[in-house]
């Protein structure tokens, strides 16, 4: 089994910043994307930041140049720099990592809590 948990969320200011980790536990092999996503009340949860397969990063829009996905793999750990926050930004943070290519299997965390606001 794999264990994800998120922690680093909480209260910023617009302009601020802040830095998400995400701690994995368990078989971690074959891992096919891994990556960060965000819901907003009354929104659907959208991909922030990825690593692909590769090694390749992708941003979604709002993002691109203010946030930056990461990961130590001695510790099992995957980031997400966040900076200068926006209100929109606010929202839960989950971290996602897919296991496997033939047969994915998806695994979340519980969510961290980012709020942007003055």
């Known amino acids: 089994q794999v264990q994800l948990v998120e922690s680093g969320g909480g209260l910023v200011q617009p302009g601020g910043s802040l830095r998400l980790s995400c701690a994995a536990s368990?078989?971690?092999?074959?891992?096919?994307?891994m990556g960060w996503y965000r819901q907003a009340p009354g929104k659907q949860r959208e991909a922030v930041a990825l690593?692909?397969?590769?090694?390749?990063?992708n941003y979604a829009d709002s993002v691109k140049g203010r946030f930056t996905i990461s990961r130590d793999n001695v510790k099992n750990t995957m980031y997400l720099q966040m900076n200068s926050l926006k209100a929109e930004d606010t929202a839960v943070y989950y971290c996602?990592?897919?296991?496997?290519?033939?047969?994915?299997?998806?695994?979340w965390g519980q969510g961290t809590q980012v709020t942007v606001s003055s």
């Open positions: 368990g078989s971690i092999f074959r891992i096919n994307t």
């Open positions: 996602n990592v897919i296991l496997g290519f033939s047969a994915p299997v998806d695994y």
């Open positions: 690593i692909n397969s590769g090694g390749g990063r």
